[in-house]
């Protein structure tokens, strides 16, 4: 009992280290929602921007991410503004982002870019400090291509069926074997990878609400009063996780026990 207590303490010291991104961004957002006296000269969602990347540059220079992690979470945010821009134009209307902002893409604030890679980070993080090790990892190609098929139906589900249930049910098929194994000190525990992936989407869901509730970003059924996020949008931020965690499979590739 008393190594397993170590162990839990140790792995939460190490699993708020690999969300340091992520909680940064979350203390910045909560931060500037009450105390942010630059509104005469720089907008909330653009200081937002600039501390995002300042911080990004301080991970790099003390090695705390390496350059190969910042590569794929460039890709990261190239994949998420494309489907920030597409979510937010007025024909579509998914979300919007209530304040003003200066340095933008068609609309969107680039902040926006941080919040998806913040994800990204986390994941690229956390596998390589609990060195991760897997049992009856899929084939490459069959991860890409349901990310793919993921990324796709974000968009094609406003004009035809949405398909992320029939993509759920491959997911479990590809995955639902797939056992991840991770060492937060000596002992090595392990986990359904699909229950590793539903844990962490509820857990980015809890972080959804309070941004929404800092009025980050709305959804159009928050724009009078605000509500808790569904629990139903845990499903995109579930198939959010399997495009994030197939891109970091590229540089990290799944060793075998």
Not at 39 to 59: G, H, M
Request: with cysteine; aromatic share 24%; glycine share 2%.
């Amino acid at each position: 009992m008393k190594k397993f207590l170590k162990d839990f303490i140790i792995f939460a010291y190490k699993q708020a280290y690999a969300c340091i991104f992520g909680a940064f961004l979350l203390v910045m957002i909560i931060m500037s929602k009450y105390w942010y006296p630059f509104d005469d000269i720089l907008y909330r969602y653009d200081f937002l921007f600039i501390s995002a990347v300042i911080f990004q540059w301080v991970l790099i220079l003390s090695k705390l991410e390496s350059y190969k992690e910042v590569k794929v979470i460039l890709i990261f945010h190239m994949i998420a503004m494309v489907m920030e821009v597409f979510k937010t134009s007025p024909s579509i209307g998914s979300w919007s982002y209530p304040e003003y902002v200066y340095i933008s893409l068609y609309g969107v604030p680039l902040f926006a870019w941080f919040m998806y890679s913040a994800v990204g980070s986390y994941i690229a993080r956390v596998w390589r400090i609990f060195d991760f090790r897997f049992e009856q990892y899929p084939r490459r190609i069959y991860a890409i291509l349901i990310a793919i098929a993921i990324y796709i139906n974000f968009f094609t589900h406003h004009f035809i069926w949405d398909l992320r249930y029939a993509i759920i049910i491959c997911i479990l098929f590809i995955f639902g074997k797939t056992t991840i194994f991770f060492t937060p000190h000596h002992r090595t525990y392990s986990m359904n990878l699909v229950i590793g992936f539903v844990l962490v989407s509820f857990f980015i869901w809890i972080a959804e609400n309070i941004a929404t509730y800092m009025r980050i970003w709305i959804y159009p059924s928050q724009s009078v009063i605000w509500h808790i996020v569904g629990f139903e949008k845990i499903t995109a931020w579930f198939l959010l996780m399997i495009i994030s965690f197939v891109l970091i499979s590229l540089i990290n590739y799944p060793k075998p026990r």
